[in-house]
């Protein structure tokens, strides 16, 4: 009797690690919009993590060597390419787990012009500004991210491709409904040209038609007499009536801007945590505030 | 029987010379040939365990010995470098994986292998004491080095320039030791290993300092334009990566062009191997893809072709000395020509002078033999690290 109880009670353990715990694929990420991919596309089948600080730009953030470990034993870890989040070079991770998400469309990324270039011994000229790296603001190019994720967990857990592609077909619908909602907005706006507090809207400017020329501004300081400065500079070569921010900007930046004419409107880019939204609820709105 | 054993015993050590000599000459012609079968199959056994855990090696074209004695066993002679784009495009295959190896530097007289961390899972590489890799400008040490050099986690090892010629060229990479390697009785215990991109810094490809742009010395500055500032030797470059300069080190150029000196490629199945030796078996490809154990079974071929001639010489020099010692113990005989004629008249029979002479020589031979075991023991027990010092590195 003791025997069949234990016996019970081992297939029990077999069928519950099977279904809940030694399936499911640990997967690491280098920002939010990845994590949301394959959160979606995986669904109960892997177990996403991005570890950087919820107060901290991914794309600048260096881990310490007890995450990257972590990052290390992951089973597969998704990069967004486009040479965002620098530390990759840094550090050392397993290349065969690696995925860079956006390498089908690399030909297509947009690279810094005008960079200041240096040269010492006998090296030839060269710049430390590479390419621009928000990649996912195009949301066609995020689809084809997406597809590459979906791709890799195929691969990884052929067992579950029914799930992955289903779940897949159902974020790229959402991902490609905002890209029209994005290309509708923006044809019906009489005016294109905008600002940007920073330079990271390249991908949305080139996708959707906007002409969009960025300051440094952080939404959550107001900014010197220098930077107004420059900004009055800007307006008479590029006369826009709006500026994006890519976080709730200061009262007094907004009526200052709104005094010259520039009206406030946020496009988070979300590249960390959306304050507990999710990534499409969040370009959602963001598509819905350009007008 | 025992008076027999006490006269001999007391002739062979009254002389002390003839014997030792006599025993030095037979434990040679013993200890020889069992030595040299030793070493030879402890050489086959090394190299044979680390080519068949290997199953592709792709490198430039040219010695396919060169190629898989620095991948496998990070031999001095460095076969011609390729570059990065050679590992991917076996991604790219997608019929195998690979796995790129930087086998160039050295640190204090042992090999700076840069790798990527899939190394340690393919060898099964553990870690004894400390962590792994993770940051760049870390090394993690072979059993070996860290024994001899007495390094432990948290030390520092310098890496060596290539000729000590090499006044102007790249600054030596002061590396921090983060963890030693489980003994893994391959060459591993013998290499230095860090991150690819620690072993292109050390080549100088990466390298950290100021921003130039926001140079707080304006000494360095040889010329500024617009688009360009030029340093002059004055700039600084970091020695040591810590984390506070880490952010400042940097790579130029495309990645895929960076050097390494071979490829380990793991095919996903034998049939994705066999596709991928084909299609580096062309003549306009600049790769060769080699199957490690076929080159090492040439060149144990190779061995024992030489070992069965130095058998033939052994065996002539273990016949000659036969010769002698017989020679020796006839002229013995002469020599003592008295003694022999004394036991005679002490009443002893021809069959007591045989069997004296015979219990002599049974020493000499027994002696000779517990030698011979001895050395052979010892042999077999140094007979790894020995292989590893003569023959493979």
Redesign the interface.
């Known amino acids: 009797m003791e025997l069949r109880k234990t016996a019970w009670a081992f297939s029990l353990f077999l069928y519950c690690t099977a279904v809940f715990g030694l399936d499911t694929l640990s997967v690491y990420t280098v920002n939010y919009p990845l994590k949301y991919f394959a959160e979606r596309i995986g669904a109960e089948h892997v177990e996403v993590s991005f570890p950087a600080p919820a107060d901290i730009d991914p794309a600048f953030w260096l881990p310490d060597a007890e995450t990257i470990i972590q990052y290390q034993q992951a089973d597969l870890i998704l990069l967004n390419g486009a040479d965002y989040a620098r530390w990759i070079d840094k550090v050392s991770l397993p290349r065969l787990r690696l995925v860079n998400t956006s390498r089908v469309f690399q030909e297509h990324y947009l690279t810094v012009a005008n960079a200041t270039t240096h040269s010492h011994g006998l090296e030839g000229e060269h710049s430390h500004v590479g390419t621009f790296f928000t990649t996912w603001l195009d949301f066609s190019q995020a689809a084809q991210q997406a597809r590459v994720i979906a791709d890799a967990l195929v691969r990884a857990r052929p067992a579950h491709r029914a799930s992955f592609e289903k779940n897949y077909a159902a974020l790229e619908k959402g991902l490609l409904t905002i890209d029209r909602r994005l290309q509708s907005k923006v044809e019906a706006m009489s005016e294109r040209r905008l600002f940007a507090s920073h330079p990271i809207y390249q991908y949305l400017a080139r996708r959707y038609g906007l002409d969009i020329k960025s300051v440094l501004w952080e939404p959550d300081e107001l900014p010197s007499e220098e930077q107004w400065a420059l900004l009055g500079r800007m307006l008479s070569s590029h006369p826009a009536a709006t500026m994006i921010w890519e976080g709730p900007p200061l009262q007094a930046s907004i009526d200052r801007l709104r005094a010259l004419g520039v009206e406030s409107i946020v496009f988070e880019p979300c590249a960390n945590a959306c304050n507990g939204q999710d990534f499409l609820s969040v370009m959602r709105r963001n598509a819905e505030t350009l007008n | 029987m025992i008076e027999t054993l006490y006269v001999a015993w007391r002739y062979v050590t009254y002389n002390k010379i003839k014997t030792v000599t006599l025993v030095a000459c037979v434990t040679l012609i013993g200890v020889l040939p069992l030595a040299l079968q030793l070493f030879l199959n402890e050489s086959a056994r090394q190299l044979l365990s680390r080519a068949e855990s290997t199953p592709l090696v792709m490198g430039a074209k040219g010695s396919s010995l060169d190629l898989a004695m620095n991948t496998l066993y990070f031999d001095d002679e460095v076969p011609e470098l390729i570059s990065m784009a050679a ?1 991917e495009e076996i991604t790219q295959s997608d019929l195998a ?4 190896v930087y086998a160039r530097f050295q640190a204090r007289g042992f090999p700076i292998v840069g790798t ?3 190394y340690f ?1 393919v060898r099964g590489l553990e870690i004894e004491q400390g ?6 400008g ?1 090394c993690v040490l072979g059993a070996t080095v860290a024994e001899r050099l007495g390094l432990k986690p948290g030390d520092s090892l310098v890496s060596s320039p290539e000729t000590v010629f090499d006044i102007a060229g790249i600054y030596p990479l002061k590396m921090k030791v ?1 963890g030693v390697l489980q003994r893994a009785y391959t060459s591993d215990d013998l290499a230095v290993f860090v ?1 690819l ?1 620690s072993a292109w810094v050390i080549q100088g490809l990466g390298h950290g ?1 100021e ?3 926001r140079a707080k010395d304006p000494s360095v500055i040889l010329d500024r334009s ?8 004055k ?1 600084v470059q970091y020695t040591e990566i810590t984390e506070s300069n ?2 400042d ?5 495309d990645p895929e062009a960076y050097p390494v000196s071979a490829v380990i490629v793991i095919p996903h199945d034998v049939k994705s191997g066999t596709i991928l030796r084909g299609r580096y078996v062309e003549q306009d490809t600049s790769y060769q893809m080699i199957t490690p154990k076929e080159v090492i079974d040439g060149l144990l071929a190779n061995i024992f072709r030489i070992k069965n001639v130095l058998d033939a010489v052994i065996f002539i020099v273990g016949l000659a000395t036969v010769l002698a010692i017989t020679l020796v113990f006839t002229l013995s005989l002469r020599l003592r020509q008295r003694e022999i004629h004394t036991i005679f008249k002490l009443g002893c029979s021809r069959l007591t002078m045989v069997r004296l002479l015979g219990t002599e020589i049974l020493i000499i031979l027994l002696t000779s033999a517990a030698l011979c075991g001895a050395l052979v023991v010892v042999v077999n027990y140094y007979s790894h690290d020995l292989v590893r010092v003569l023959f493979i590195r």
């Not at chain 2, 962590?131 to 760049?136: D, E, F, G, I, T």
């Not at chain 2, 617009?226 to 030797?233: P, Y």
């Open positions: 590992a994986a690979p796995i790129p990527s961390f899939d899972d962590r792994s890799l993770a940051l760049l870390e983060v991150d991109k300092h921003d130039l742009a617009d688009r360009n500032v030029i340093a002059n030797a700039l880490l952010d080190f940097h790579f130029h150029g």
